[in-house]
DNA sequence: CATTTTAGTTCAGTGTACTGAAATATCGAG
DNA sequence: CTCGATATTTCAGTACACTGAACTAAAATG
C-alpha cells in the first residue's frame, strides 16, 4: 500500500460518510463545508460566506436555511449593521452528529504512542496541505470547460 | 490536535477536492463512489452496482454515462450473458485526473522512514474501518426521518 | 420452439438547488 | 432628512439527477 492507495481508500470513505450525513440531516456537501468555514473562521456574514463558497446571495439564504433547520448554526442580525446577517456556528451541535465519529477516532488515536501520534498528526496536516493545493489547481484549471464532444 | 480535529480538517479538505474533481469531469459525487466501486471490487455489472450504490437500474444507466463520458470508465458487453453490460475502470485514467495528488503524496509519503510509512498506513487502515462502520450506523438510524417542524 | 424471466435503456414526472432580478430594510453621505 | 449604496431575502425560471414504468433484447425453462 503506497500514498495512492492511502488516498484512495480513505476518501472514499470520508465521501461516503459525508453523504450519509448529510442525508441524515437534510444537508448538502456544499452545506457543510460553508458549516466547516464558519466553525474554522469564526461567524460570517452571508455576504462573506457567499465570497467564500462562490455563491449567489440567494443561494447562500437556502444554504443558512438548511444548516438552520438542522441545528447546526444560529442566524443573527449583526448589532453594529442590521442589514447584515451574522452565521455562527452552534457550539456542540457539529459535535454532536460526529459524536461517534469522534469518540471511536479519539479511541484509535489512543492506542498509539505519543510518538506514533505525533508522526500521524504530522502526516495528516501535510497530506491536508497537499489536498488544499490540489484543489486549488484543479479549480483553476477547471475554468476551461471539460472536454465534451 | 486530537483524533476528532484530525477527522475535521481532512475529512473537509477531501470533500473540497472531490468536488473540484467532479466539477471539473461533470460527475457527481455518486459517480465518484460508483467509480471507486468499479476500481476497487473490479468489474460490475450495471445491476451490480445498482445494488452496491442502492439505484435503481435507470439511475445507473445516467451514472455509467456520465463515468463513460469522463473517460473514467468503459461499457462492454459480457460475451458470456449479451444482456449484460459491464462497466470496467479504464486503466490509469482514474490516475490521470488523480496524478498530481497521486504524486504529491507519493512524494510525502516517502519523506517518513519505513517504519513511520507502516504507523500511517496501520492508522489509515483503521480509519477507514472506523468510517465505514460509522457510516453504516448513520444509515441505518438515518432511515427515522429526520426531524423537522 | 414458445414462454417466462432477467438486464439494461428510455422516458415522463418529481424534487431540489442554483441563478438572476426584483423587493425590503438599513446604513452612510450630503 | 433625503438619497444613493449595501445586505439579505424572495421569487420565477432553469438545470439536473433520481424514481417508476414501459420498452427492447437476450437468456433460461419447459
Same mark, same amino acid.
Request: charged share 25%; no cysteine.
Given at each position: 500500500?503506497?500514498?495512492?492507495?492511502?488516498? #484512495?481508500?480513505?476518501?472514499?470513505?470520508?465521501?461516503?460518510?459525508?453523504?450519509?450525513?448529510?442525508?441524515?440531516?437534510?444537508? %448538502?456537501?456544499?452545506?457543510?463545508?460553508?458549516?466547516?468555514?464558519?466553525?474554522?473562521?469564526?461567524?460570517?456574514?452571508?455576504?462573506?460566506?457567499?465570497?467564500?463558497?462562490?455563491?449567489? *446571495?440567494?443561494?447562500? %439564504?437556502?444554504?443558512?436555511?438548511?444548516?438552520? #433547520?438542522?441545528?447546526?448554526?444560529?442566524?443573527?442580525?449583526?448589532?453594529?449593521?442590521?442589514?447584515?446577517?451574522?452565521?455562527?456556528?452552534?457550539?456542540?451541535?457539529?459535535?454532536?452528529?460526529?459524536?461517534?465519529?469522534?469518540?471511536?477516532?479519539? +479511541? /484509535?488515536?489512543?492506542?498509539?504512542? *505519543?510518538? +506514533?501520534?505525533?508522526?500521524?498528526?504530522?502526516?495528516?496536516?501535510?497530506?491536508?496541505?497537499? /489536498?488544499? +493545493?490540489?484543489?486549488?489547481?484543479?479549480?483553476?484549471?477547471?475554468?476551461?470547460?471539460?472536454?465534451?464532444?
Amino acid at each position: 500500500m503506497d500514498g495512492r492507495d492511502f488516498g #484512495r481508500e480513505l476518501s472514499t470513505a470520508v465521501v461516503a460518510f459525508h453523504e450519509a450525513v448529510g442525508a441524515r440531516l437534510g444537508v %448538502t456537501a456544499v452545506d457543510q463545508r460553508a458549516l466547516a468555514l464558519i466553525a474554522g473562521k469564526g461567524p460570517l456574514s452571508a455576504g462573506e460566506l457567499a465570497k467564500e463558497i462562490n455563491l449567489t *446571495p440567494g443561494a447562500v %439564504t437556502g444554504v443558512a436555511d438548511r444548516l438552520e #433547520r438542522a441545528g447546526l448554526v444560529r442566524r443573527e442580525p449583526d448589532p453594529g449593521d442590521r442589514r447584515r446577517v451574522v452565521l455562527s456556528a452552534v457550539p456542540g451541535a457539529f459535535g454532536q452528529v460526529f459524536a461517534g465519529l469522534g469518540a471511536a477516532m479519539g +479511541e /484509535l488515536t489512543a492506542r498509539y504512542s *505519543p510518538q +506514533e501520534q505525533q508522526v500521524i498528526a504530522d502526516w495528516v496536516v501535510r497530506t491536508v496541505d497537499v /489536498l488544499k +493545493e490540489q484543489t486549488r489547481l484543479l479549480s483553476e484549471i477547471g475554468k476551461n470547460a471539460p472536454d465534451r464532444t
